[in-house]
């Protein structure tokens, strides 16, 4: 069966620190990947997708990057974080299906 | 520019009643929606879903209602129990070179004994 794996599951970090979050896919090939971010009190925000390794859509500027060097990794970084990076941050992947599997999500509180 | 609403940020039940959750939608060219729900430090997980040749979907005490004319899709609890207490997100498919959902901004229900 395909699982997902998102970690770290909570991090604090100094504003103007790097950041790496990284989320693995078991189970499956090919998957499109994405990142979203929930910030406090609002929905679900689509940050990147990637179709393919080395793919990588951007849906807002903003402060972060993402990078998929494998198949089925996908990594959301900064070089230096923002008070404004804070929020719940998740991965999700699809087949091309209709409905996203989502990982636990991280929780980011730069400070 | 939201294109997928969720307008009312909280709702409260009392066990056993029927849970409504209102979306509303701006894009003619989403023709598949779903539901997700969502527990505190957790990620969301699928509930329920409706293609957009139907008006009604239904799965034990969740049921999805989808009116094309007026962009407006509902989705109903009965009966609302304690465990369904959670934020619901609405989500709208816009098919294109990958198939990509646009959520709304979450309904936190509270469902009470």
């Known amino acids: 069966s395909q699982t997902i794996h998102q970690w770290p599951a909570t991090l604090v970090q100094p504003v103007g620190s790097p950041l790496s979050l990284e989320c693995t896919v078991e189970g499956t090939s090919n998957p499109n990947l994405y990142w979203y971010r929930q910030a406090a009190g609002r929905g679900l925000q689509l940050l990147f997708y990637s179709v393919g390794i080395g793919q990588i859509s951007s849906e807002v500027p903003q402060n972060l990057s993402a990078s998929r060097p494998q198949d089925r990794q996908f990594i959301l970084s900064s070089k230096k974080l923002l008070l404004s990076d804070s929020g719940f941050y998740l991965c999700?992947?699809?087949?091309?299906?209709?409905?996203?599997?989502f990982g636990s999500g991280t929780r980011l509180t730069v400070v | 520019d939201q294109q997928v609403k969720q307008n009312s940020p909280s709702l409260s039940v009392q066990e056993g009643r029927i849970s409504i959750l209102n979306c509303d939608y701006t894009n003619s060219m989403f023709d598949y929606f779903l539901w997700y729900k969502k527990y505190p430090a957790e990620g969301p997980t699928f509930l329920i879903s409706i293609s957009s040749i139907k008006d009604k979907n239904e799965d034990g005490r969740f049921t999805v209602f989808l009116n094309k004319s007026a962009k407006h899709l509902s989705l109903h609890i009965v009966p609302s129990q304690p465990g369904d207490s959670a934020v619901y997100f609405c989500?709208?498919?816009?098919?294109?070179?990958?198939?990509?959902?646009?959520f709304g901004a979450g309904t936190r229900l509270a469902v009470h004994p």
């Open positions: 989500a709208a498919l816009l098919r294109g070179g990958y198939n990509k959902l646009i």
């Open positions: 999700a992947w699809t087949n091309g299906g209709y409905g996203y599997t």
